[in-house]
């Protein structure tokens, strides 16, 4: 997401970021999420079925940082990538619950998603 929006920011111009920004909130985060929504109900509240996997962390991980990243350039946006999507909200929420992700996001720094 970084390396997407410091793209548009260094090789369009203010209005043509804004455009495709607008597409990758509107449709291509949404187009990736419905199929991930799909894999994990399908598989029982995770990608892999009945086991939590370095696949379900990785995703907690990534939508974190794709919301702190959309934050950066839309101010008004809160929330979290997943929130429209309630099989991948729940999943993320289960791996932010595990004892030493939630500990570490505890005491993590500030300026660390």
Same mark, same amino acid.
């Given at each position: 997401? @970084?390396?997407?929006? *410091?793209?548009? &920011?260094?090789? #369009?111009?203010?209005?043509?970021?804004?455009?495709? =920004?607008? /597409?990758?909130?509107?449709? @291509?985060?949404?187009? *990736?999420?419905? &199929?991930?929504? #799909?894999?994990?109900?399908?598989?029982?509240?995770? =990608?892999? /079925?009945?086991?939590?996997?370095?696949?379900?962390?990785?995703?907690?991980?990534?939508?974190?940082?794709?919301?702190?990243?959309?934050?950066?350039?839309?101010?008004?946006?809160?929330?979290?990538?997943?929130?429209?999507?309630?099989?991948?909200?729940?999943?993320?929420?289960?791996?932010?619950?595990?004892?030493?992700?939630?500990?570490?996001?505890?005491?993590?720094?500030?300026?660390?998603?």
């Amino acid at each position: 997401m @970084t390396d997407v929006t *410091y793209t548009y &920011k260094q090789h #369009a111009s203010a209005d043509e970021f804004k455009k495709l =920004f607008k /597409k990758l909130q509107e449709e @291509t985060i949404p187009g *990736y999420f419905e &199929k991930f929504e #799909a894999i994990v109900a399908k598989n029982g509240g995770n =990608f892999l /079925k009945g086991k939590l996997t370095y696949t379900d962390i990785f995703f907690a991980a990534t939508a974190e940082y794709m919301s702190d990243m959309i934050r950066i350039d839309d101010a008004s946006y809160k929330g979290c990538v997943t929130d429209k999507y309630a099989n991948l909200k729940k999943l993320t929420e289960k791996v932010r619950s595990l004892d030493g992700i939630k500990q570490w996001i505890a005491k993590r720094p500030e300026n660390i998603a």
